[in-house]
């Protein structure tokens, strides 16, 4: 394995996976390649090609927000953007290199001397340098030839090395580039003193086996550590990262949520997982903050993340069949990889028509309602019922119905007696409450970025500081600005799974059903 220079050094190793929670297949271990590097590194470029996802605009802010979180989440290098695009792009590049982070902070450039001079006054370390190398680009797009795109390169680097930047270094559609020539730059780049040297697959257009034998042709003339950058366009992004790794890339480049120009990137939840479940790869990745991540980046980028998502997804590790939840809640391993509290998620029983009364028992046991066998049939029977008629039964439902069935008569603990919101442009929303806690009135004011977040802080305050929002679920039933909404909170009293309760309430306006629905699960939770 190649040594790799003081430029390149990487961040501290994480502790491996837990393998006593990790149960994938025994055939892995009987495939590793000699090749296969014991450590690799993760290069994030959700804010540079994820950015360039359609429709994704990160404000300064936004991208100050993720830069700290991969950098706890523990990646390598963070590839900040492309400092001469625009100028709002060097002052977001250069307010995050300033940040004092752990993980390398580049920028990419194209092979200009301007572009390497962006880079490095906005007080960038690292630059990533590309040109491409593919006959297609050569004629299409540079109208160069050969000889002039090498030059152009080493010209570049030379200076960026002059500049004393680490240089990363991309033929772009390298995978559709001619072997012969790709190898020649790949010779001529590392004379020029670059540092790193990557390996895209610009259009997503290799195969696994085909990038394995790519890798392993390249690693014949490459001694510096080669990465490699792959787009989804058939969906082997991760693949392909997985098959140049096996045969000695010694970094890959992802995204959080596979985000990136046309299907994606290599999604760094999978890519990364994968690595250390299978080979047992060290790397730098704290995968507990894999979830909270992903979920930042969702809501910043107002890309939501696909159910069946693996790794972050909600249906991940979900569980409505009766046979799988008996299996799990008896030992995990018997439907799931590995467990979900390694990547910062957690495991979700689902009510439906294949429920069974394993799951609605481990169910309302969250929400602190222990029911005899005979009422959890009961419960089960009308699930199945509401099911087949093609109603979907949520907690809050599932509660409701519980509850019934139990003869519970809710004790109306916590009275909502006045609310107030004010908002309006360049104004702070602010809302004031009061509320009649077992026959005490109570008032509190807060604020928040929103008149839904000032209204909820506001009830908070009230309630004490052990009460917090685990979960916020606003859907619309009804089209037109006057549609009815549904919103559904999950809260919890302590932290703990036992003082947990849910409401719900449909309603016209946003704010107040969403206070309705805070007032229901605070009645429910302070009447156990």
Do not use: W
């Not at 799974?497 to 306006?509: Q, R």
Request: charged residues 25%; contains cysteine; negative net charge.
């Amino acid at each position: 394995m190649v040594d790799q220079s003081a430029a390149v050094q990487t961040r501290a190793l994480r502790p491996p996976l837990d393998r006593k929670r990790v149960y994938t297949s025994q055939f892995n271990n009987m495939v590793r390649a000699d090749t296969l590097p014991s450590r690799v590194m993760v290069l994030d470029t959700t804010l540079r090609d994820g950015e360039q996802t359609p429709g994704i605009a990160l404000s300064t802010e936004d991208k100050i927000l993720i830069a700290q979180a991969l950098d706890e989440l523990g990646v390598d290098v963070i590839e900040a953007g492309f400092p001469a695009a625009s100028v709002g792009e060097q002052e977001a590049v250069g307010k995050i290199a300033k940040l004092g982070l752990k993980s390398r902070v580049c920028g990419l450039a194209r092979c200009v001397k301007r572009d390497i001079d962006v880079a490095a006054d906005c007080g960038l370390d690292y630059v990533h340098t590309f040109i491409a190398t593919s006959d297609i680009h050569l004629k299409h797009k540079l109208k160069m030839t050969r000889p002039e795109v090498m030059a152009r390169a080493v010209e570049s680097i030379e200076y960026a090395k002059s500049r004393g930047l680490t240089v990363e270094f991309s033929c772009e559609d390298a995978t559709r580039t001619d072997l012969d020539f790709l190898k020649e730059m790949h010779v001529a780049v590392q004379k020029a003193g670059v540092d790193k040297i990557n390996v895209p697959d610009t259009v997503g257009t290799i195969s696994p086996s085909a990038m394995e034998y790519l890798i392993k042709e390249l690693m014949t003339v490459t001694k510096v550590p080669i990465s490699v950058h792959c787009h989804d366009d058939f969906g082997l992004a991760v693949a392909n990262s997985i098959a140049a790794v096996r045969q000695g890339a010694q970094q890959i480049h992802v995204t959080i949520n596979g985000l990136g120009e046309r299907a994606g990137n290599a999604a760094l939840e999978e890519a990364v997982l994968a690595l250390m479940a299978f080979y047992e790869t060290d790397m730098s990745i704290d995968t507990r903050k894999i979830g909270p991540t992903s979920k930042l980046v969702s809501r910043l980028t107002g890309y939501a993340i696909p159910g069946n998502k693996a790794i972050v997804g909600n249906n991940a590790f979900a569980h409505e069949s009766g046979i799988h939840v008996h299996g799990v809640l008896g030992d995990p391993s018997t439907y799931e990889a590995f467990g979900p509290e390694m990547v910062g998620v957690q495991r979700s029983i689902v009510i439906g028509k294949h429920t069974g009364a394993h799951s609605v028992k481990e169910k309302l046991r969250e929400y602190g309602m222990e029911l005899s066998d005979e009422q959890v049939t009961q419960v089960v029977d009308k699930v199945k019922k509401l099911a087949d008629g093609g109603k979907d039964v949520d907690d809050a439902e599932l509660v409701a119905l519980a509850s019934h069935i139990v003869g519970k008569r809710e004790a109306h603990q916590v009275k909502l007696k006045e609310f107030a919101v004010f908002t309006g442009m360049n104004t702070t929303p602010t809302a004031v409450v009061s509320i009649d806690v077992r026959g005490e009135k109570k008032t509190g004011t807060a604020i928040g970025i929103g008149p839904v977040d000032a209204a909820i802080n506001a009830i908070k305050t009230v309630m004490g500081s052990d009460i917090s929002l685990e979960e916020y679920r606003l859907s619309a039933i009804t089209g037109g600005s006057d549609s009815l909404c549904e919103v559904t909170v999950r809260i919890a009293r302590n932290g703990g799974k036992k003082t947990m309760s849910i409401g719900k309430a449909v309603g016209t306006d946003i704010v107040q059903t969403s206070v309705d629905s805070t007032m229901e699960a605070l009645d429910r939770l302070f009447s156990h």
